[in-house]
């Protein structure tokens, strides 16, 4: 036993695990029972927190027998006070764990090799802060879309991609909560912070689909959405676009104007007129819109006091 212990990581590990992914309770059981079984095998020290963000009652009830089998692990259901999202909910697991090193599961799917958690670990250890892990089958075509608009139009550090799981030492937590008070979309940030980050990728143990409920899509879209503005410059290249096509049509009506006005041909006005100011108030209000977008996301970031609301800890 003694022999054992030796040859575990002394690091303290944090494992936070967002339950609201998990499609029911057998899903949840099996992943909380696999990384405690992971990482009882490999760290002297270790906990694991679990994220309840709304979740279905069957699903906590799921995650406390679990617990039983392990009376040794540190568990830790994390109550939110209402849904709040994965990227608050995740914010708030993360800045609660106290390991050296924090390990953040955004979904309760396993369908990696069990190696892959100690060899995130060890080559966070070597050389890199963040380490991520991907699923080389996961991405989608609306996810593709999305982080080929981010890596084109933000000014990033370390091109951004789909992944499943990642570990950040405390190093890399202590940079990323020191460049913002609220952290909005959290991978732009570990990607971005100015330490080494590192991707890893896998071949799936077994297809796995990842569904999501309407509230999370809704959820996911408005995060793409917010990520997009916050991070790159795609608002202002669309303000662009829309100003040269409304300067285009302006000249292309004054040029229109001017023919007709050298050839004496009466101009009936109405059409022109009205494709030119529909063209016109159409560009004005999308640039408004983006304006304002701008600007309620800088009133959120800047003048929100509370970055999440939870209601309890529950200890098991």
Not at 29 to 57: A, M, P, R, S, W
Not at 199 to 211: D, G, R
Not at 239 to 256: G, Q, R, S, T
């Amino acid at each position: 036993m003694d022999k054992n212990k030796q040859m575990k990581e002394k690091n303290f590990l944090s494992a936070v695990l967002y339950l609201n992914s998990a499609q029911n309770p057998a899903q949840a059981g099996q992943f909380l029972e696999k990384i405690c079984k992971n990482l009882e095998n490999n760290f002297l020290h270790y906990e694991v927190i679990c994220v309840d963000d709304d979740t279905k009652q069957d699903i906590l009830e799921e995650v406390k027998n679990i617990r039983k089998k392990y009376p040794d692990a540190v568990i830790t259901i994390l109550h939110m006070s209402y849904y709040q999202g994965i990227e608050m909910s995740m914010n708030a697991g993360r800045d609660l764990a106290i390991g050296d090193f924090v390990m953040e599961f955004d979904e309760c799917v396993w369908n990696f090799p069990e190696e892959c958690i100690i060899q995130a670990y060890r080559e966070c250890l070597k050389e890199c802060d963040i380490v991520s892990c991907r699923d080389v089958k996961k991405k989608t075509v609306s996810s593709a879309l999305f982080y080929h608009l981010f890596n084109s139009y933000a000014d990033v550090q370390y091109p951004l991609d789909s992944d499943n799981f990642r570990i950040l030492s405390r190093r890399g937590i202590n940079r990323i909560q020191s460049l913002n008070r609220a952290i909005p979309y959290r991978k732009a940030l570990y990607a971005n912070c100015g330490l080494k980050y590192k991707k890893l990728t896998y071949e799936p143990t077994m297809a796995k689909e990842y569904v999501y409920t309407k509230k999370e899509n809704k959820s996911r879209r408005k995060l793409a959405l917010n990520s997009l503005l916050l991070f790159t410059d795609i608002g202002y290249s669309v303000a662009m676009c829309m100003a040269v096509v409304m300067a285009v049509v302006m000249i292309f009506v004054a040029a229109y104007a001017g023919v007709m006005f050298i050839n004496g041909v009466a101009i009936v006005g109405w059409t022109t007129t009205m494709l030119f100011l529909s063209v016109a108030f159409f560009g004005l209000f999308v640039i408004l819109a983006i304006v304002i977008k701008y600007l309620s996301l800088l009133l959120n970031l800047n003048f929100r006091r509370q970055r999440y609301m939870f209601t309890s800890i529950e200890k098991l």
